[in-house]
């Protein structure tokens, strides 16, 4: 064993031999408790006590380092200001219009002890919530990271959504203080991020204080008493706030997350087990090392940035790099001329960036030097082959093997992918490959047994792992329903999952009524909810319609209350409406009015026939019909559905 677990920390190259992959496999699964103290040992903590992995009889069934303490600021600067990091680039940052700037690891350091100094002075204490509404500005981690420093929880909250869905989340974490900025650009348009902050704040009551980020120059309302500029409250000279020292289990942050009811999940994750995770995986699955300039490309917002743009690489003492703007602006292509500048050699992005690069064309890559890659990720929907061969012979030159990593907000890290940190497997363009060392993956067909090769099931984990959500905030019976219900003691996914005759993993997208458009988690009847929050609205259907770019997008069926009626104005009127509740990312590219939604006799709405008639498949496609609906009934919803289409009462987008 300490033979093996030797490679993990020092493989600076990818290792040749699988054998080793397997042999750490196994061992972790068998002695959790030797192998994630070796691994948390590479990061420093204030006191051990007890076991670091704590079998508890309820979900998630384990905890991990609860009677140790450590505080993540502390290891992702102070630990690296110690060394020789202290003046190596943490973070080059690039605005859309051009603006860089470099921060160091000393750097970041200072901004972040003067941000956790400012909070404590407003009174933010160990335990309280703060809610972080910004672009992609380097004062996103650094407000993150002093939340962590004093033991506040931060909520970001993605800078797509609108002003309902950021007060929703502010008023379910009960928040103190919001972070924000006066503006960001987007596609050269100034976008003000601050008028959606005043108009959530018309719905909570927790807030007492707005801190507010000059970035763009804009002119913005600053209600006396409640908001401030960050530039004038802080301190001007150094100060050094001493990191808190938290148990493994005090939560660090939560993140909103779709599920399959109207309201959205707060994910919540701990302390030691997260970071554990985030290190580990970052150095398993990136190979990342001290030469390395990495750039993940997902906004922080999303679980990706937190822990592959923010944790993960601070905690391994990486250099990052930071892009605030759109991928296609001035140029298609910004990117690649951005890698070739940095010398950027790890790029992690998602499979509908890949998409609307190849749509593109390659001829914008070739007009860079972008041979510096030595590695190309994937994260977020599943790649398809055409995507994934285009990704490898033209961004990655032949040469650059493909790391498709499956995961989710709730497991905090990186669960299926190869892991050319430890031995890269021959890769299968469109399988994320093996799990990870502590990752006891299987798919369980619908009565809870473990599937044969090639046949289509559920994706389950059958053992805790360290970077496991740690519950749903302020709902813990969600949380077990969410995940440990429909197979007891078993954390469920909600993904379709095959595994081949050589083990690899093949994840086939959601099992339940969440959508992933782009890449971006969006629950179906979070958006029915939206829409019937409309006066026109009496009922609706949201389904999600295959694309060739987003892979999803969201189709809404609406029944119009009396003395309503359709209009392509009140279809725009309706997207609109999306756009400024929920926000842009989730609008639907189409609405149809019909005079009813095809239901089962008990009313649930037959979602399957909708989704055969818009994917024009014939109802013999739809391999399975909805509970307790005769083939007949489902064949006279379905003829009703597409006549009332041909009819025109839809409006297409
Ligand atoms: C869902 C989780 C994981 C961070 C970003 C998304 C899908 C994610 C893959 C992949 C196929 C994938 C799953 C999962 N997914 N990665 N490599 N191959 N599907 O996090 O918003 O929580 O979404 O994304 O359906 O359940 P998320």
């Known amino acids: 064993m300490e033979q093996l677990l030797k490679v993990l920390p020092t493989s600076k190259n990818i290792h040749p031999d699988i054998n080793v992959l397997k042999a750490i496999y196994r061992q972790s699964l068998e002695d959790p408790e030797s192998f994630w103290r070796k691994m948390a040992e590479e990061l420093f903590w204030y006191e051990k006590n007890g076991p670091a992995y704590d079998p508890l009889p309820e979900p998630p069934y384990a905890a991990w380092f609860s009677h140790w303490k450590t505080n993540i600021s502390y290891n992702a600067l102070d630990r690296h200001v110690d060394s020789w990091r202290k003046n190596k680039v943490a973070y080059y940052w690039e605005g859309e219009n051009g603006e860089r700037q470099t921060l160091t690891y000393y750097d970041l350091y200072k901004e972040v002890n003067r941000f956790a100094s400012l909070l404590k002075d407003i009174g933010i204490k160990k335990g309280d919530r703060i809610t972080i509404y910004l672009p992609m500005v380097p004062e996103l981690p650094i407000s993150m990271l002093a939340a962590v420093r004093i033991g506040a929880i931060h909520s970001v909250v993605f800078g797509g959504f609108a002003a309902y869905a950021l007060a929703e989340r502010i008023n379910d974490s009960q928040s103190k203080v919001v972070v924000t900025a006066d503006g960001t650009f987007r596609r050269g348009r100034l976008f003000d991020v601050k008028r959606v902050v005043d108009e959530a704040l018309k719905h909570t009551t927790t807030v007492e204080k707005v801190l507010v980020i000059k970035r763009a120059n804009n002119n913005v309302n600053m209600i006396e008493d409640r908001d401030y500029w960050y530039h004038e409250l802080v301190s001007f000279s150094d100060s050094y706030v001493e990191p808190e020292r938290l148990d493994g289990i005090h939560p660090s942050f939560i993140l909103y997350t779709s599920g399959t009811t109207g309201k959205p999940k707060g994910v919540t994750h701990g302390t030691g087990g997260y970071m554990v995770w985030a290190n580990f995986t970052q150095r398993v699955v990136f190979d990342i090392n001290d030469k390395d300039i990495y750039w993940c490309t997902a906004d922080i917002g999303w679980i990706t940035g937190h ?44 499979p509908t960036a890949i998409r609307m690069h190849m749509k593109n064309g390659e001829e914008w890559a070739k007009k860079h030097n972008i041979s510096c890659l030595r590695i190309l990720g994937t994260v977020g929907e599943p790649i398809n082959p055409e995507a994934w061969n285009w990704y490898y012979k033209h961004i990655g030159n032949e040469k650059a093997p493909i790391v498709d990593t499956w995961w989710q907000t709730e497991t905090g890290g990186i669960m299926i992918s190869p892991q050319p940190g430890l031995a890269l497997v021959p890769l299968k363009p469109g399988s994320a490959t093996f799990p990870l060392p502590g990752v006891d993956a299987d798919v369980y067909t619908e009565d809870g047994r473990s599937a044969r090769p090639d046949e289509k099931g559920l994706l389950v984990i059958k053992k805790p792992w360290p970077g496991t959500l740690i519950t749903l905030w302020g709902n813990p019976e969600r949380f077990k329903r969410s995940y440990y219900s429909r197979f007891p003691g078993v954390y469920y996914t ?29 629950g179906t009847i979070e958006l029915e909810d939206a829409l019937i929050s409309h006066p ?47 926000g842009p990312i989730a609008a639907p590219q189409t609405i149809y009015f019909v005079s009813k939604l095809p239901k089962t006799r008990s009313g649930k709405i037959m979602r399957r026939i909708i989704g055969a008639v818009v994917e024009e498949k014939s109802i013999g496609d739809t391999t399975t019909l909805e509970d307790e609906t005769s083939v007949e009934e489902a064949r006279r919803a379905y003829e009703e559905l597409k006549l009332e289409m041909e009819r025109g009462i839809g409006v297409e987008a």
């Open 307 to 350: 822990t592959y743009v923010v944790y993960g690489p601070l905690l391994t003492g990486a250099t990052s790099f930071l892009y605030e703007g759109a991928p296609d602006f001035p140029q298609p292509d910004r990117w690649w001329s951005m890698i070739e500048r940095y010398g950027i050699t790890i790029l992690y992005t998602s």
């Open 494 to 522: 909600g993904d379709f999952a095959v595994k081949d005759e050589d083990g690899y993993f093949w994840l086939l997208g959601r099992a339940d009524e969440v959508l992933k458009v782009a890449g971006h988690r969006i």
């Open 536 to 582: 026109a609205v009496a009922e609706s259907a949201v389904i999600g319609k295959s694309d060739p770019v987003k892979m999803q997008v969201p189709i809404a069926f609406v029944v119009l209350r009396p003395g309503y009626s359709p209009s392509p104005q009140l279809r725009i009127e309706l997207i609109n409406h999306i756009r400024e509740t929920i």
